[in-house]
């Protein structure tokens, strides 16, 4: 392969260490990394994601995206907007998964001085994802024997409860705005997947903020937004962001990484094919699909056990924690019983 310059090399003199092939732009490292910054910028200034007024909170979890979006607003906000992390101990033992992404998320706000607050979920909650994994294994062993409804995954518990988690800590810690590291790819992901299933409630949420004026529900932006996968993956090797690579052991295949799989594809003969379809989609159909919405789902109440934003009577994390102890409880009962037996 020629070595190429920099775009800017006239003020660098750096040769390129990467190509940005929707942009066509060939480009050194520090004008890489540059480069996700300005753009990362543009996302919050276009969408007023992040005002001087905020106080923002990243929900950090040890990966390349938390990790990477720290640093950028890090850079980017430079200290002019209150900017600190929350690290939430899921409990997961296996690869020492959580102790690793603990220590990261130490590691990475120590480094960008940013103030770190750490949740852990057991004491929290009296059970972890470990526990939660235990009771599916052993109700998948035990089908005939339980009543206690069924089993869907270990990620579905930890997508809801770390949302609600995430939300309860920025309510009662003040925090105006919650950021997370969703980048284009997984958000592209989503809003086909959504297509797929013609589900135009959820495709009328897909954005850059969920901004809402519902008391107890803090919005939700997500900077990075315009910031394909690979292009985190570069910048946290790049700016050297210390970073968690091990996966987590419950994760399993879902459909959803067939859809990013093709989508990521696409992108092969369609050159920015994810970035001008989510920018068409925000300009064009999301303001459609917003005003088509089932207003029934706009409608938020308190829930009748924790207090939280919810359009149920009760919430779903408030169900599902109870849902979840009444299986620990009867997994236990019935390990004493065959003990007895
Ligand atoms: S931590 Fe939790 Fe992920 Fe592990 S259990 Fe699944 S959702 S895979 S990001
Ligand atoms: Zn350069
Ligand atoms: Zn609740």
Do not use: W
């Not at 003199?13 to 480009?27: C, D, E, G, Q, Y």
């Amino acid at each position: 392969m020629p070595v190429r310059r920099c775009k800017f090399y006239n003020q660098c003199k750096h040769n390129a260490v990467t190509f940005i092939s929707h942009s066509r732009m060939p480009l050194c490292k520090e004008h890489y990394i540059k480069n996700i910054e300005f753009r990362v910028k543009k996302t919050i200034d276009e969408f007023k994601l992040i005002s001087p007024q905020d106080k923002v909170l990243v929900a950090l979890s040890g990966g390349k995206d938390s990790c990477s979006l720290l640093t950028i607003l890090a850079n980017v906000l430079q200290k002019n907007v209150p900017l600190e992390a929350l690290y939430i101990d899921l409990q997961i033992s296996p690869e020492n998964y959580s102790k690793d992404s603990g220590t990261v998320a130490q590691e990475l706000c120590k480094k960008l001085d940013v103030p770190l607050h750490i949740v852990n979920f057991k004491q929290e909650y009296g059970f972890g994802i470990d526990d939660i994994h235990e009771v599916g294994q052993f109700f998948f062993k035990h089908r005939d024997d339980s009543k206690v409804g069924h089993f869907r995954g270990e990620c579905s518990y930890c997508g809801l409860m770390k949302r609600y988690i995430i939300n309860k800590f920025a309510v009662d810690n003040k925090f105006t705005k919650l950021a997370t590291g969703h980048n284009l790819t997984d958000e592209a992901t989503t809003l086909m997947s959504n297509f797929f299933s013609v589900d135009v409630d959820l495709m009328g949420r897909a954005g850059p903020t969920t901004s809402t004026d519902v008391e107890m529900l803090i919005p939700r932006v997500k900077p990075l937004y315009y910031i394909y996968e690979t292009e985190t993956i570069l910048y946290a090797f790049y700016a050297d962001v210390p970073h968690l690579a091990t996966e987590c052991a419950y994760a399993t295949d879902s459909p959803m990484i067939k859809v990013k799989k093709s989508l990521e594809q696409i992108e092969t003969y369609r050159r920015g094919n994810m970035l001008h379809m989510m920018k068409k989609y925000q300009d064009t159909l999301k303001p459609i699909l917003f005003a088509a919405m089932d207003p029934e789902k706009k409608v938020e109440k308190k829930c009748n056990q924790c207090g939280m934003a919810t359009y149920l009577d009760t919430c779903s994390f408030c169900k599902t924690k109870e849902r979840i102890t009444a299986q620990i409880n009867e997994m236990n009962r019935l390990k004493e019983q065959e003990k007895l037996n």
